[in-house]
């Protein structure tokens, strides 16, 4: 290895010259997790299991090195809701196997979209697997496999390169869910902006040394949750549609990551920034809801935002677009080359028990994890159950009983958390082992004059604001240029839920209900940044800080496995039972329904579960759609439980471009047939051939020569002759 290393130094440093000033890799990879009968990670919603896809994820990692390839560092987008404590660890573990010390936890970032339609089971703690009945190891194996294989890939071709950033204002894309909180925040302060969110996106352009363009990061700040808590198929929302755009425009309108290049679109300090622009409204009166409590009636069930498009395919796809079309506008016009060195620094933390100095006299802690009231609220982006209403400072009596026979909290522990009225004390229940983190993960990466801050959850607009002021102050004080720009990657190495502002906190909505570790959880987050950035400008080491725990032996769960598949008496596996007409027109919708089996059986990675075809001779047929397309759906439903009988509905919105021609839809699946046997069995089915053409369609007699239609005609007193030859004349 250390042999290799060196040669490619060399190699890098003859090729770089004077003309790069960084060597860059790119990869991508599948992490789909299993697309039927598995809690999506988000909502917290146990009735919104996975039952096919629309959009697959992926992972998509950039290295970056300095021109004399001394110094790396990696930035990975994960289609994932966030990056687990034991997701970091198994990824962290599998790359030492695979390159040593060359990536470990110091230099590799690992940062989540927050996709709300994702398989759940990934995390290591009770209350994030809860409504994923436990622990999925599915969940987490592919997406420890398509992590590391989207860096082994980014390591297999890295090239000198150069590195480009823009920043620009994009509108009409997100608003404040918590507008309330977000008032409560210093005057002065707000008057500093204009907008209640972050409308700022940053662009890294990254090319090799020809300046043909390789990838792109983008950073914006807006959930993604335009996919609301009715979908079962997994999504990579409005963020994966956004990079699939992007890649395509480059990469020619390949298929989805068949091309070399890369885009990703990262998430920011999105904890309060909703992309339902239209905003919250009562659902039985269409009414604005409550600005405080957010609930129409007093039901938060009632309160839900929406838009900005007519469902949510249409909002996804509009939230992607805006952020693709304003990320290839600063792709175009980047001019500011990144130059410098490249570097790192990370730290584990004990968020628990953190002393903040406060002024002169008064210092304060941080506390033991713990959820307030209106965590159970929910958001206007899915709102919870039982009636529960976010701006609740005060708790009640019933729901203490209940608390109680979890973990009772300690008289210092409510005293630390206050106002928040606490509903779960996570950080004082264990069994059948701890409920959430103690230990975080902070890191910053370096390129050049460029800083990224990652970050383990979701900081509001003002929390992310004020981060990102205090680690360029820093950074700039110990020496880094006045140009120095720094961005927050959120969702990053570990989640630790919420981190609003202290004065946000006292307002408790969703945000500060969840804000786990008290009201000074904020402070402290930016100490320990602003420590880290002092160490890497000033050139120290950082002790490693205390190492997170494994719980991996101890998880349980409660899905049960794939028992067996059975197909209905005179059918097979991949037949088409509910087939094709002959003839679509452009911008229609043609659907084919299969006898299929469960899809937990092989999750298809790098693979698929559907094609659609195009006939270009008689014996050559050409795949132009597959199951991470927009514009397919592959829907998954069990019919028979007790048989284990299920079939898959596989629909393609053809575009209004589409090239006319003949075409068809293929299934592929496995089926386990034995409930006695552990294996499975390929099968592939596919739909008859049709035809997509331009204009009307003619009268054909073969489409309604169905029993259905025949019975129709038969009443009126005409006859299949007469209508065949009417037919025969039609030119």
């Not at 094709?580 to 693979?607: G, I």
Request: overall charge neutral.
């Amino acid at each position: 290895m250390d042999l290799r290393f060196l040669f490619l130094s060399f190699i890098f440093g003859q090729v770089c010259g004077q003309n790069t000033n960084f060597i860059i890799g790119t990869g991508i990879a599948d992490i789909t997790g299993p697309a039927a009968e598995i809690d999506m990670m988000g909502y917290a919603n146990p009735a919104q299991t996975t039952s096919g896809i629309h959009l697959r994820q992926y992972s998509r990692a950039f290295i970056v090195a300095d021109s004399a390839n001394k110094s790396r560092v990696v930035f990975v987008n994960v289609d994932a809701c966030m990056i687990s404590q034991i997701l970091q660890i198994k990824v962290i573990e599998k790359l030492k196997n695979v390159f040593g010390s060359l990536y470990n936890e110091s230099n590799v970032c690992l940062s989540g979209i927050h996709t709300h339609s994702g398989p759940g089971g990934f995390h290591q703690y009770v209350l994030l697997d809860v409504t994923s009945l436990g622990f999925v190891n599915q969940s987490l194996n592919s997406l420890v496999d398509g992590i590391v294989m989207s860096i082994e890939r980014a390591n297999a071709n890295m090239k000198p390169g150069n590195i480009f950033v823009n920043e620009g204002e994009l509108l009409d894309s997100n608003i404040n869910r918590s507008p309330s909180a977000y008032l409560n925040n210093p005057a002065d302060e707000r008057a500093k902006y204009k907008y209640d969110v972050d409308k700022n996106m940053t662009v890294l352009k990254f090319v090799d040394a020809s300046n043909k363009p390789i990838g792109m990061i983008s950073w914006f700040a807006v959930h993604c949750t335009s996919m609301n808590n009715t979908n079962h198929l997994i999504s990579s929302d409005n963020k994966g549609y956004a990079a699939q755009l992007f890649e395509a425009a480059i990469n020619n309108n390949s298929l989805p990551v068949k091309g070399k290049f890369i885009a990703a679109f990262a998430q920011s300090n999105l904890g309060d920034v909703s992309p339902n622009i239209k905003g919250p409204h009562c659902i039985n009166t269409g009414k604005p809801c409550d600005i405080l409590t957010s609930t129409c009636e007093g039901k938060n069930e009632l309160c839900i935002a929406s838009g900005p498009g007519k469902d949510m395919f249409d909002s996804t796809k509009i939230i992607g677009e805006n952020q693709y079309k304003k990320a290839m506008d600063l792709f175009n016009s980047a001019k500011s080359m990144l130059s410098g060195p490249v570097d790192f620094r990370h730290q584990f933390v004990n968020m628990s028990n953190i002393t903040i100095k406060i002024n002169d006299t008064y210092s304060a802690m941080t506390c033991k994890p713990a959820m307030g009231y209106s965590f159970a609220a929910g958001t206007t982006d899915g709102p919870g159950a039982f009636d529960f209403k976010q701006g609740t400072t005060k708790d009640n009596f019933f729901w203490n009983l209940i608390r109680d026979l979890i973990a009772e909290p300690s008289n210092e522990q409510v005293k630390c958390q206050a106002p928040k009225p606490i509903l779960l004390d996570t950080g004082e229940a264990s069994e059948p082992y701890p409920w959430q983190p103690q230990i975080a993960s902070t890191q910053l990466l370096r390129l050049g004059d460029f800083v990224i801050i990652a970050v383990p959850g979701e900081f509001t607009t003002m929390s992310g604001r004020r981060t990102r002021d205090a680690v360029r102050d820093s950074l700039i004080k110990n020496g880094l240029p006045s140009t120095t720009k720094t961005v927050i990657a959120g969702l990053a190495n570990t989640y630790t839920d919420y981190i609003t502002t202290y004065e946000e906190y006292q307002i408790q909505r969703y945000e500060g209900a969840s804000t786990i570790y008290g009201p000074h959880t904020l402070k402290a987050y930016i100490n320990q940044f602003v420590f880290l950035a002092e160490a890497m400008v000033l050139n120290k080491t950082v002790p490693v800080g205390p190492k997170p725990p494994n719980y991996l032996s101890s998880q349980l769960s409660f899905n049960l496995p794939v028992v067996y598949d059975g197909q209905p008496s005179g059918q097979v596996f991949g037949q088409a039972i509910k087939d094709v007409s002959l003839k679509y027109l452009q911008n229609s919708t043609v659907s084919v329904t299969f006898v299929s089996a469960n899809p937990r059986n092989n999750l298809m990675t790098e693979k698929t579960f559907l094609t659609v075809e195009k006939q270009n001779s008689s014996t050559d047929w050409e795949v132009i759609a597959t199951d991470s397309s927009w514009n397919t759906i592959f829907a998954w439903e069990r019919t028979s439980t007790l048989f284990g009988e299920s079939i898959a509905t596989i629909t393609w919105d053809i575009p209004a471009d589409q090239p006319t021609g003949t075409y068809r839809i293929r299934h592929f699946g496995y089926a386990k047939p034995n409930p006695l046997s552990e294996a499975i069995k390929e099968f592939t089915g596919s739909s008859k051939p049709f035809q997509v053409v331009t204009k009307k369609l003619k009268f054909d007699w073969r489409d309604f020569n169905r029993p259905q239609y025949w019975r129709y005609f038969k009443a009126l007193g005409h006859y299949k002759k007469k209508y065949q030859n009417l037919y025969n004349t039609i030119p």
